[in-house]
């Protein structure tokens, strides 16, 4: 048996790094385990986009959490630039939620009278702004603070911090089983021997289904496999995040512009499909057309995981406090993870919560939503 950590947490991806960062920082003892590299899963197929307003519809515990979640960031990015020298590539500029038709921008313009940051700019305004945007579309509705981060450099920048702070991250060290001891800790059982640790975190994205069953939970957990693609051309220009028809453009700060994303259920393969790919180019052509003449770089696929009602499961097993779950954050895992981090972090040191949060994310909670 190996050295005995206060905190295990299954998984290197954004999620796991983001808590282990927390913890670390608090002088816990943490243990990362990935079966993999760490942040190669969902967190490395991601857009970056912090899509509070512009994925979710309800001005609910969810909304609030992504909000404050979205905030963090700009914390972050100063707290793990000095700590990590990594640079999370923030960028605040905005997203444009395309209009095509009036009937298009009547809906759009219902929720700027829910949310007062929110601007509709005429066809105009959007083409002084952005003149690459399609000449076709009557307005847009623009989101100041849906802005975006570069995932793999979020998620390096927390390992990396984790680590200085004292965590100790273990790659290619699959989980197999958790089991509890007699003396009321865990063993996780690797194939590079087990390691004793006395709270255990479930993070493993769209695997954690695995150990749902394994610990006797009836929620499952599915994948939906996004495809992207990146271009990249001199003449093309654009400052704001394009949205449209489940198509977005996202302009990254080194030059590139990421176009995604396809959503297959229950699909685990990897690989972009070409069907895939030939759907995003017709989608994103008419939102900007000189996109066509851009050199194409790369094309890619990632797992989405997708709990039963689309909301993560973040908090305790509910017949053992020391093991707990984040996971399932489906489309907004980039969005959510400072804001996971921060409450898997305060449940464990049994600091106050938002009973709100508690309640959306518990894992007994009603199921009664649908998935977008
Ligand atoms: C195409 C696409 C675009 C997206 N765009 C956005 C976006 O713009 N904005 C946004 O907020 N979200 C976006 N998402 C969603 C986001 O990527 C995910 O919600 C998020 O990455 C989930 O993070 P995670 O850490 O839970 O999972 P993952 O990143 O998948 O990490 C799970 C880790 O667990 C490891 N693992 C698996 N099994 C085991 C085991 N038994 N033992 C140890 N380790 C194990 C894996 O190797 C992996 O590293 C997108 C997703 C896709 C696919």
Redesign the pocket.
């Known amino acids: 048996m190996q050295k005995q950590y206060d905190v295990g947490i299954?998984?290197?991806?954004?999620?796991?790094q983001s808590i282990a960062y927390q913890l670390a920082k608090e002088g816990i003892s943490v243990l990362v385990?990935?079966?993999?590299k760490?942040?190669?899963?969902?967190?490395s197929?991601?857009?970056?986009?912090l899509?509070a307003n512009s994925e979710l519809e309800n001005n609910d515990a969810f909304f609030q959490f992504a909000k404050e979640s979205q905030r963090h960031y700009h914390i972050l990015r100063d707290e793990l630039s000095e700590l990590s020298q990594i640079n999370i590539q923030l960028v605040d500029k905005g997203m444009y939620k395309l209009a095509m038709t009036e009937n298009e921008a009547k809906v759009l313009k219902k929720a700027i009278e829910d949310y007062e940051t929110l601007e509709w700019h005429t066809k105009e305004t959007v083409l002084q702004n952005e003149p690459h945007v399609s000449d076709l579309i009557v307005g847009a509705l623009f989101i100041p603070e849906d802005g975006h981060v570069s995932?793999t450099h979020v998620c390096a920048a927390f390992s990396k911090s984790a680590s200085l702070l004292g965590a100790t991250f273990k790659e290619n060290t699959?989980?197999h089983s958790i089991k509890k001891t007699a003396a009321n800790e865990y063993t996780l059982s690797t194939p590079q021997g087990d390691y004793l640790c006395s709270k255990v975190v479930i993070?493993?994205?769209?695997?954690s289904g695995h150990f749902f069953k394994q610990l006797g939970l009836e929620v499952s957990m599915k994948p939906v496999k996004?495809?992207?693609l990146s271009v990249q051309g001199d003449h093309l220009n654009l400052e704001k995040t394009l949205f449209y028809d489940h198509c977005y453009i996202v302009p990254k700060g080194d030059g590139r512009f990421v176009v995604?994303?396809t959503m297959i259920e229950d699909d685990w393969s990897t690989t972009p499909s070409l069907g895939g790919i030939q759907s995003l180019i017709e989608k994103v052509t008419p939102m900007m057309p000189s996109i066509t003449s851009a050199k194409l770089l790369d094309t890619w696929a990632?797992?989405?995981?997708q709990s039963d009602d689309g909301k993560p499961y973040i908090g305790q097993h509910p017949e053992d406090d020391n093991i707990y779950f984040a996971?399932g954050?489906?489309?907004?895992?980039?969005?959510l993870a400072p804001k996971t981090g921060t409450m898997i972090r305060d449940l464990i040191l049994k600091r106050k919560q938002n009973d709100e949060y508690i309640h959306a994310f518990s894992l007994t909670r009603k199921l009664t939503q649908t998935t977008r």
């Open positions: 299954v998984g290197g991806g954004i999620i796991g385990l990935d079966s993999h760490g942040g190669t899963g969902a967190t197929a991601a857009a970056g986009m899509g995932p699959p989980v993070a493993n994205g769209v695997w996004g495809e992207c995604g994303a990632g797992l989405r995981p996971s954050h489906y489309r907004n895992g980039i969005l």
